[in-house]
T-cell receptor, first 116, second 114 residues
């Protein structure tokens, strides 16, 4: 009954490869997010989708391409992986987009990406 | 732009000690404020929130009060346990936001020793 699930949990790959991370939520939320957490634990939003529409794209290299086939899924594809892409990537979901009546974001357990 | 600043960690306390983790923010609007906790190897969990000035969020013995005059949202707990060892993140969403963009502080690692 995991609310926000990400796969894989660990991903070790070579520089230059292309990889995907999948995210699914069973909370019935309409908004999903991708965050990147660096080695110092700093968290920064990358993308958000509301009802499959891209809402936030935070100056992320275009090697990163999110895809939302439906409201319950938001996948992240990364081309030509670089050493600096090593991080933990978190998916999250919420109902609505924030503001005064915002609902909290629910996070997955993260995908630890290591580039060799 | 909006930002959140937390006290530097790590914070090391003995069990049953009093905890304060400072958080201050800069925002152009009237943000909602959050504390999230990240246990080792896990994702973030919402600990508590406050959506307007003078609101107090509380959960699991933790409390934080939204102070507009000092733009602060300090996290406190009267008696910490070893199981509270984790990374704590202060965060905000602009009250007028229509993007859901959460802005996080840099995180504060808490280690509680028995």
């Amino acid at each position: 009954d995991t609310a926000v699930s990400q796969t894989p949990k660990y991903l070790v790959t070579q520089m230059g490869n292309d990889k995907s991370i999948k995210c699914e939520q069973n909370l019935g939320h309409d908004t999903m997010y991708w965050y990147k957490q660096d080695s110092k634990k700093f968290l920064k939003i990358m993308f958000s989708y509301n009802n499959k529409e891209l809402i936030i794209n935070e100056t992320v290299p275009n090697r990163f391409s999110p895809k939302s086939p439906d409201k319950a899924h938001l996948n992240l594809h990364i081309n030509s992986l670089e050493l600096g892409d090593s991080a933990v990537y978190f998916c999250a979901s919420s109902q609505g987009l924030g503001g005064r009546s915002n609902q909290p974001q629910h996070f997955g357990d993260g995908t630890r990406l290591s580039i060799l | 732009g909006d930002s959140v600043t937390q006290m530097e960690g790590p914070v090391t306390l003995s069990e049953e000690a009093f905890l304060t983790i400072n958080c201050t923010y800069t925002a152009t609007g009237y943000p909602s404020l959050f504390w999230y906790v990240q246990y080792p190897g896990e994702g973030l969990q919402l600990l508590l929130k406050a959506t307007k000035a003078d609101d107090k969020g509380s959960n699991k013995g933790f409390e934080a009060t939204y102070r507009k005059e000092t733009t602060s949202f300090h996290l406190e707990k009267g008696s910490v346990q070893v199981s509270d060892s984790a990374v704590y993140f202060c965060a905000l969403i602009d009250g007028s936001s229509n993007t859901g963009k959460l802005i996080f502080g840099q995180g504060t690692t808490l280690q509680v020793k028995p």
